[in-house]
Antibody
Framework: QVQLQQSGPGLVKPSQTLSLTCAIS??????????WIWIRQSPSRGLEWLGR?????????HYATSMKSRISINPDTSRNQLSLQLNSVTPDDTAVYYC?????????????WGQGTLVTVSS | DIQMTQSPSSLSASVGDRVTITCRAS??????LIWYQEKPGKAPKLLIY???SSQSGVPSRFSGSGSGTDFTLTVSSLQPEDFATYYC?????????FGQGTKVEIK
């Protein structure tokens, strides 16, 4: 079965870069039937879709418009993982960050989420 | 970007009540509409995809309908474990976007 294991720091200073990794087992980041997404969850903003990467003969990326200037989601085929980088963070970026595998309809099945990483932006 | 607007933002209901949450898209999204249930400290739980297809294992009291721009999530008989926040999300055109959520509270 698919398992997603997130790693990365839980505390980031303002203006610095948030970096998280999502290691995939039981599937391939290059799968032609999945897209790999990052979503965050906070009490003030609710659920927020950050972006996705997927492979269909070539790599595609899409990002939330509000994040476009400072976000990067990259696949690492050698390690079968994906990463999230968010630059110039502010306290407003404090949230629980999830990686997930989405299917044909964009849906994420219950077992296809990472464990979530609480990232606090604070000095 | 496609804007998703849910209503109401919150509601109070009793166990056994029928509850309906609406979600409106700023442009047609065909049936690329997903409903999630969110509880504190947990990943979102998939309820409905393709506007009306129920995820395996989701109780039959949850149903979804709609197409184009207007969608509904209905809980036919609210149970204690259903008190949570519900989100719609469009997956028709990137960037995918969520509604602002509907919090269902105990009356």
């Amino acid at each position: 079965q698919v398992q997603l294991q997130q790693s990365g720091p839980g505390l980031v200073k303002p203006s610095q870069t948030l970096s998280l990794t999502c290691a995939i087992s039981g599937d391939s980041v290059s799968s032609d039937s999945a897209a790999w997404i990052w979503i965050r969850q906070s009490p003030s903003r609710g659920l927020e879709w950050l972006g996705r990467t997927y492979y269909r003969s070539k790599w595609y990326n899409h990002y939330a418009t509000s994040m476009k200037s400072r976000i990067s989601i990259n696949p690492d085929t050698s390690r079968n993982q994906l990463s999230l980088q968010l630059n110039s963070v502010t306290p407003d970026d404090t949230a629980v960050y999830y990686c997930a595998r989405s299917g044909k309809w964009g849906e994420v099945l219950d077992d296809y989420w990472g464990q979530g990483t609480l990232v606090t932006v604070s000095s | 970007d496609i804007q998703m607007t849910q209503s109401p933002s919150s509601l109070s209901a009793s166990v056994g009540d029928r509850v309906t949450i609406t979600c409106r898209a700023s442009q047609s999204i065909s049936n690329f509409l997903i409903w999630y249930q969110e509880k504190p400290g947990k990943a979102p739980k998939l309820l409905i995809y393709g506007a009306s297809s129920s995820q395996s294992g989701v109780p039959s009291r949850f149903s979804g309908s709609g197409s184009g721009t207007d969608f509904t999530l209905t809980v036919s008989s609210l149970q204690p474990e259903d008190f949570a926040t519900y989100y719609c999300q469009q997956s028709y055109s990137p960037p995918w976007t969520f509604g602002q959520g509907t919090k269902v509270e105990i009356k």
